[in-house]
């Protein structure tokens, strides 16, 4: 797997250049077990590698002088947001310094005139929203977790909001960023839109740490709408409610949300929550916009559910409602881990093409059967995205061979059908193999790249290529 | 300007490279003085540079084998749509092999389902329109000419329908190209969203030809709105327009196109046309949506407009009158050429954060005035990006300079506004110099990515960077 000599076979350097950023860092850097602990992994099965150490830098300039010691010991530099990812991203497989970016989290700009605002890496998605409330502006990306928003532009984050506001890839002007050097660089202005040379912008947003460090973003904002529905609706069938979605999406209704969730997913979230929903599948979602707008939408799909199947529709209108609706869907990760307690969560990712999407994951469907292990089904099937989420104890060897064959039987559907093997949690260390197999002719330009940038692969090495 | 040893300036090998490339071309491959002159210019006030030859392929598999033919004697490689770009991106500067994609103009593939469609780079954006009218879909981007979409996708082209629907950024799911050893690579699947690795599809876009030959392009298509309503309004006072458009933006009308035109521009599409706008200032603007949304909308600005001077609605419902305000607009380049006839057109392309616009255009207005040149402003100011285009006579030295410093004045006024030197028509070879004045930490990051990619510059030497 090693591709560079990292510091950790070479104790000496390793040692000067932990003096060194001591020296510039003080209590700032650590090297206590327990810190790098919790710093060498995410959320995800993938096993613990510690780093060396964690820097908590407070500054770009700071941030730049870490990367100028680290790339002249050669030192692996991994940046760290909320360690709520899920593909071994932030594992320090080569061992290296951990840059934790949670003291830069100043919101440092906000201009409701240009509907956009400039914030540190380390500040979190929900910390943005609560802050922007009295705007009348809001951030719609939701991958559920409250991630930095660093590690949401390291990721190419989405979520739920994805199918009407965009992903990551759509929300963001500009970043600053350290590379590899120690350079501090600003990618694009901040004008909606530019055709000013290469778009770096969009070249980091999904580069997973690999290429430099998300030190500040600028990102485009939204109007809260002045009316939000949401609704629940049971299918007697997973095809019902997969059609369902299909045809909202291909008539054109706006829908801020569509959320599938199977019966199994439904049986973790009420066990989780106490929540009583009835054992069939079920869309979640929300509609934004006018009011006549949100009532012209939410009657389309009220339509269509109902020539689906669907089992009329439960409103939650109420802010409250409608939160705990969202709660319901966000938890379900640690829903479906409480499950089994002490079991790690594999959290597949594929997206496909619309047109393929019911046969995808009625596919799935058998094939999760064909296992006979429980692996619920969830997804943000506006965008024909769909995660199988089964908890797995990555020491038992039989467990994790069913489901790494399983795994590899969904993307290889996915990838046969157009799609690809990750819609929004990244390659990381999990899919690497997975990147190869859906972009062959692509790799080595990406591997090129990444050469370019940090000839001495000492930027999150081993991840994604 | 020169980077490289050119086989122009090596006589011996460009005979060897035309000879390899006549036998795989045949009667596809042309010397004649007419064909190159032709190529060797767009529409702008940029010199004509004729490339060497101009090659005319039919698949991916001859653009490659042409690039490898190129490759071998290091001849420059500079592809060409239609030639109606204006940064002089297509002038072969350093002589070379122009690739002309017309003869690809294949629609491949159109999934109304997944409401995406992939097509050669030749196919242009109307001959995409007709050919989809029966789908019911469209695909939005306009740029005014009749452009073809590689050459769209190589300038990160946008124009009046990007306010709602974006701009070839977020047009395309995926490209395939062919990069300077002459390897065919597709970007990405064809899945709505992905976080499989770099974002190869967004670093090609607006390239420029300079990384490689954009050959196919999946696009994503929009449903054609059930109700379309098109309207225009004079304005007292310049400012009053243009701040109708900022408030309409800020409160979240999701209008589909928003087009100022002072009244220099009123003037040059009356005096063309012969119609009969009267002299203030105007917008033009289109509503998407259903037909409550669409009044819903139009009713918004229409009192927004009546808070800022605007003088009446007048409404354009019928298809024939919506096409004849929108061919008003997008004859405007012809139509100022035609007040001086043969006179080259010099665009303009700034774009500034909405809040900085009325600010922008009133001092750029004022400007104007001090030169006591004639210059017409026209902007998709939904996206705060406007064009001054004063026509001139490129051998007339005076006009030139007072021109080249009125322009200059205006990117540094723009760039200190937070905005950027091109909105929509690129970097090419007119505005190399501002480019680095507007990104100075972002260039060595894009001459690393132009050397990794391309190591000999054969791609497009000597534009954008």
């Known amino acids: 797997m090693s591709q560079i000599d990292t510091a950790v076979e070479n104790p000496a350097s390793l040692a000067k250049a932990i003096t060194e950023l001591s020296s510039l860092l003080a209590e700032r850097l650590s090297t206590s077990a327990a810190v790098r602990d919790h710093h060498g992994h995410d959320e995800s099965f993938h096993k613990t590698y510690p780093p060396d150490a964690v820097a908590f830098p407070q500054s770009n300039e700071e941030v730049a002088e870490i990367v100028k010691i680290c790339a002249r010991y050669r030192l692996a530099v991994i940046p760290f947001g909320t360690g709520t990812a899920l593909e071994g991203g932030v594992s320090a497989i080569h061992g290296g310094l951990c840059i934790d970016m949670s003291l830069m989290a100043e919101i440092t700009r906000v201009s409701a005139e240009d509907m956009d605002c400039t914030v540190q890496a380390g500040v979190t998605r929900r910390q943005l929203n609560d802050y922007l409330r009295d705007t009348g502006l809001f951030f719609p990306v939701d991958p559920g977790a409250n991630a930095s928003i660093g590690g949401m532009v390291a990721t190419r984050a989405s979520g739920t909001n994805a199918v009407r506001y965009g992903t990551m890839r759509e929300a963001v002007l500009s970043l600053t960023v350290v590379t590899s050097d120690g350079a501090i660089v600003t990618t694009s202005t901040r004008a909606r839109k530019s055709a000013a040379g290469y778009d770096l912008t969009r070249l980091f947003i999904g580069s ?43 008539m054109g209704v706006p829908i801020a949300r569509i959320e599938l969730l199977d019966e199994q997913a439904i049986k973790v979230i009420n066990d989780y929550n106490d929540y009583d929903y009835p054992h069939v599948p079920h869309l979640f979602m929300e509609f934004h916009g006018s009011q006549a707008s949100t009532q012209e939408q939410a009657e389309t799909v009220q339509e269509l559910a109902a020539e689906h199947g669907g089992n009329g529709f439960s409103w939650a209108l ?57 692996m619920p089904i969830v997804g943000h099937v506006g965008d024909g995205n769909f995660h199988v989420a089964p908890t797995v104890f990555p020491e038992d060897k039989q467990e994790m061979a069913l489901v790494d064959e399983f795994h590899d039987r969904l993307i290889l559907r996915a990838l046969e059908m157009g799609g690809t093997c990750t819609g929004e949690h990244g390659i990381g260390l999990g899919k690497k193999q997975y990147l190869l197999r859906e972009l062959p002719s692509a790799v080595p330009l990406m591997k090129a790249l990444k050469k370019a940038l940090d000839p001495d692969n000492i930027m999150n090495p081993g991840k994604v290529i």
């Open 318 to 374: 109420r802010t409250e409602d409608r939160n705990k609706l969202w709660r319901a869907r966000h938890d379900f990760a640690y829903a479906t881990l409480a499950q089994r307690p002490g079991s790690k969560i594999l959290a597949t990712d594929v997206c496909v093409p619309i047109s393929r999407l019911a046969e995808c994951i009625l596919e799935t469907k058998a094939d999760i059967s064909s296992t006979g292990f429980s």
């Open 208 to 250: 997973e740490g690999t290429l430099g460090v998300i030190c500040e973003i600028t990102l485009r904002l939204h109007t809260i709408p002045e009316s939000i529905a949401a609704a629940v609706c049971g299918f007697k069938t997973l095809k019902g409610a997969v059609d369902t979605v299909i045809e909202t999406i291909q």
